[in-house]
T-cell receptor
Framework: DAGVTQSPTHLIKTRGQHVTLRCSPISGHKSVSWYQQVLGQGPQFIFQYYEKEERGRGNFPDRFSARQFPNYSSELNVNALLLGDSALYLC????????????????FGDGTRLSIL | GENVEQHPSTLSVQEGDSAVIKCTYSDSASNYFPWYKQELGKRPQLIIDIRSNVGEKKDQRIAVTLNKTAKHFSLHITETQPEDSAVYFCAAKKVYGGSQGNLIFGKGTKLSVKP
C-alpha cells in the first residue's frame, strides 16, 4: 500500500507569491493534518481536516488556508509568502470515521520543502 | 495550551549502550503520546506510542514509560545500533469532544550512535 504522498517535493518561491501544496492520504484514511517544520524544530500543527470540514486549527495567520476533497486528498494554500514561511510542510493522515475521537496514529508523508527567496 | 519539553537536545552513545530521552507535558488532559524518528531529509516515522491508560509499552529494543502524576514520559532504546542515529521527537495529544486534537511536538533529540 502507498503511504502518504505529497507534491511537489521541493518548491522555490519569492516573497509575496502564493503556493499550493498537495497531499494524498493512505488508502482508507479520512483525516488529514498539516504541519510546518522549521529546520531544527519539531513539527507545528497548522490544520486538521475530516470529511471536508476543518476540525482543528493551529496558531497560524489567515494567509494559511486548506481544504479537503471528497476523495480525502487535501491542499494547503499559503498567500503573500514571507521569508519566515520557508520550511518543510508535512501532511499526516489517520483513520477518522467512527474512530475519529480516539487516539489514532498519524502517519506522515515525505513533505514539501518550501524555500522563499 | 499544551507545551512539551524534550531533553536532551543531543545524545551520543556507543554502539550497544542504552539511550534514554525524556519529555514532560503541561496539560494533564493529554492522553496519547507517540514517538517519531526522523532521519535526515526523510519523513517522521512513528516508532512507538502509548496511551494514558498504560504505564509502559515495549516493542523489541524500544520501550516507552509514562508517569501521569509527574506528567512525563520517556523513550528507552537498548542495544543501540548505528542505524538508530536520527532525530527523535516526542509528542502529546488530547482527544476532546468535537475534535481529534492535534499533536504537540517536542523540539527533538539528535541521537548519534558511534560504532
Amino acid at each position: 500500500d502507498a503511504g502518504v504522498t505529497q507534491s511537489p517535493t521541493h518548491l522555490i518561491k519569492t516573497r509575496g507569491q502564493h503556493v499550493t501544496l498537495r497531499c494524498s492520504p493512505i488508502s482508507g484514511h479520512k483525516s488529514v493534518s498539516w504541519y510546518q517544520q522549521v529546520l531544527g524544530q519539531g513539527p507545528q500543527f497548522i490544520f486538521q481536516y475530516y470529511e471536508k470540514e476543518e476540525r482543528g486549527r493551529g496558531n497560524f495567520p489567515d494567509r494559511f488556508s486548506a481544504r479537503q476533497f471528497p476523495n480525502y486528498s487535501s491542499e494547503l494554500n499559503v498567500n503573500a509568502l514571507l521569508l519566515g514561511d520557508s520550511a518543510l510542510y508535512l501532511c499526516a493522515s489517520s483513520l477518522g470515521g467512527q474512530t475519529l475521537y480516539s487516539n489514532q496514529p498519524q502517519h506522515f508523508g515525505d513533505g514539501t520543502r518550501l524555500s522563499i527567496l | 495550551g499544551e507545551n512539551v519539553e524534550q531533553h536532551p537536545s543531543t545524545l551520543s552513545v556507543q554502539e550497544g549502550d542504552s539511550a534514554v530521552i525524556k519529555c514532560t507535558y503541561s496539560d494533564s488532559a493529554s492522553n496519547y503520546f507517540p514517538w517519531y524518528k526522523q532521519e535526515l531529509g526523510k519523513r517522521p516515522q512513528l516508532i512507538i506510542d502509548i496511551r494514558s491508560n498504560v504505564g509502559e509499552k515495549k516493542d523489541q529494543r524500544i520501550a516507552v514509560t509514562l508517569n501521569k502524576t509527574a506528567k512525563h514520559f520517556s523513550l528507552h532504546i537498548t542495544e543501540t545500533q548505528p542505524e538508530d542515529s536520527a532525530v527523535y521527537f516526542c509528542a502529546a495529544k488530547k482527544v476532546y469532544g468535537g475534535s481529534q486534537g492535534n499533536l504537540i511536538f517536542g523540539k527533538g533529540t539528535k541521537l548519534s550512535v558511534k560504532p
